[in-house]
């Protein structure tokens, strides 16, 4: 998503750095990336097939449909079949693959009275058609996760979810024991960045930063959480991914569930 413009909406400043940022993913062994082709639009797709096509062996691509951009750069919803159909054929085309190897449908929020239902269908009829490998459901209620489930497999559920942010427990809980995994977006606070003294606190512990200590924090919440932190810099990528080996105690999770 930070690959793009501002607010994922156009092309990036800089399309050289935003590919080097992609090679040093997988040069990292990061085996998870996570996409739409409604960021840009189209932009961060394109950026992937020039930067890392043919993919490595492993490698998942995660892609998302359910909103198209407007002119202005807003956020439109597309869950009629017939866009839903051009969306995923958008996809395998920009990234350009056969198969897109899982796709998120995503939804309004937890609250969203719309059914899943036709539009999961839809999917699912792709997924039948050998176009698409796995399916996921994005910024979904409970509600959701079980009309969708009547459909077919559900392989993630990505919500928003941080440290700051834990509104989502429940179905956290939920697919912990239903062996979904649970992708947390915004882990960092996306728009509005992640700040708290106990973040701080922990973090001067460990000789850290409080970015890494929130993402440490998620990774230690749950077995099935796969972390999906964007960035434009190659810095904070590494950066990012030194969170894995910070190892919190039992007096650094105390402190920071003051925040929840």
Not at 170 to 191: C, H, K, M, N, S
Not at 198 to 224: D, F, I, K, M, Y
Request: glycine fraction near 8%; include cysteine; hydrophobic fraction near 40%.
């Amino acid at each position: 998503m930070q690959l793009a413009g501002h607010h994922a909406f156009g092309p990036p400043a800089d399309p050289e750095n935003a590919k080097a940022v992609l090679r040093r993913v997988v040069e990292l062994g990061v085996d998870h990336i996570d996409t739409s082709d409604y960021y840009g639009p189209h932009v961060v797709n394109e950026l992937i097939k020039a930067a890392l096509h043919p993919y490595p062996e492993g490698l998942t691509i995660v892609t998302k449909v359910g909103y198209e951009r407007s002119p202005d750069g807003g956020w439109v919803p597309a869950r009629e079949p017939r866009q839903l159909r051009e969306a995923v054929h958008d996809n395998l085309r920009r990234l350009g693959v056969e198969r897109l190897d899982v796709v998120n449908l995503r939804v309004g929020g937890e609250h969203d009275p719309e059914s899943v239902e036709e539009p999961f269908t839809v999917l699912a009829e792709l997924r039948e058609q050998g176009l698409i490998r796995d399916l996921g459901v994005s910024n979904a209620g409970g509600r959701h996760l079980d009309q969708a489930l009547a459909i077919a497999p559900v392989v993630c559920v990505q919500n928003l979810y941080n440290v700051t942010a834990r509104d989502d427990e429940e179905l956290l809980d939920r697919t912990t024991a239903e062996g979904i995994a649970y992708v947390p977006f915004f882990p960092l606070g996306g728009f509005t960045p992640v700040q708290h003294e106990a973040l701080e606190e922990v973090a001067a512990r460990h000789g850290a930063t409080h970015r890494q200590v929130a993402l440490a924090w998620l990774l230690h919440r749950a077995p099935n959480v796969l972390l999906i932190p964007g960035t434009s810099s190659v810095g904070h990528l590494e950066e990012n991914l030194a969170s894995a080996d910070l190892h919190l105690s039992e007096q650094d999770l105390t402190r920071l569930d003051t925040i929840g």
